[in-house]
């Protein structure tokens, strides 16, 4: 069964440095790959997806991923953070011929001042 | 915009209670969702449906039964309430074989007491 691993549960940053936060999934021979973002007390929001081709996805809010097949890897990026990105980020991942997403335990990203 | 809502924001019930959680989206989606959120679980599927009076069960279906009588509303049923069924649920919705990404609604917090 498809897994993804989010390998940090919190990640603190000051305002304006940049942020990566890590996602590995279990491999497969098709996926398509989702960062997603909930503000508190909301629900959740897509940031971005590798469907196929450019390996560099961007997406809202200035944030970019890297698809890496051989490492089976999408970390999300950001080169600066803004206080208003304080928020949980969740990948998930969905098999080719499957309807179900799966997702990560989610990343606290926590932007102090 | 895709809509997905859900009829509640915040639930109170008593142990032992049948509670229904509602859930509606308004861009004729065949594929449509139940996640429980739990804080360092993530989301965890409950049960999906792609196409009317059609369901599958996901990892955690024990505790709970849907339904969907119709394309637009899917709901969520607990049938005896329990204090470990207190947690956030998230529905949402995607057409039929397409990869763009879940539209999710704002969530339902139950606390069952």
């Known amino acids: 069964a498809q897994s993804v691993t989010q390998l940090d549960s919190q990640v603190p940053v000051f305002e304006e440095a940049p942020v990566e936060l890590r996602c590995n999934y279990s491999?497969?021979?098709?996926?398509?790959l989702f960062w997603y973002v909930q503000y508190p007390n909301q629900g959740l929001q897509l940031l971005l997806k590798y469907l196929s081709g450019s390996t560099l996805v961007k997406g809202i809010n200035g944030f970019e991923a890297e698809f890496n097949k051989s490492q089976t890897s999408f970390h999300l990026r950001k080169p600066s953070v803004h206080i208003s990105d304080t928020a949980e980020y969740f990948c998930?991942?969905?098999?080719?011929?499957?309807?179900?997403?799966?997702f990560g335990k989610g990343t606290k990203l926590t932007v102090n001042p | 915009d895709v809509k997905v809502t859900q009829s509640s924001r915040y639930l109170v019930k008593r142990t032992g209670e049948k509670v229904f959680l509602e859930c509606v989206q308004d861009?004729?989606?065949?594929?449509m969702f139940w996640y429980r959120q739990d804080p360092g679980l993530g989301l965890r599927l409950i049960y999906f449906s792609y196409d009317v009076k059609m369901k599958e069960k996901g990892d955690i279906p024990e505790g709970y039964s849907v339904s969907r009588e119709k394309k637009e509303r899917f709901s969520l049923i607990l049938e005896s309430a329990s204090t470990n069924q207190t947690s956030m649920y998230l529905c949402a919705s995607e057409p039929y074989r397409d990869s763009l990404g879940y539209t999710f609604g704002s969530g339902t917090r139950l606390t069952v007491v």
């Open positions: 491999s497969s021979v098709s996926v398509y």
């Open positions: 998930a991942v969905k098999q080719g011929g499957s309807e179900k997403l799966v």
């Open positions: 861009m004729d989606h065949e594929n």
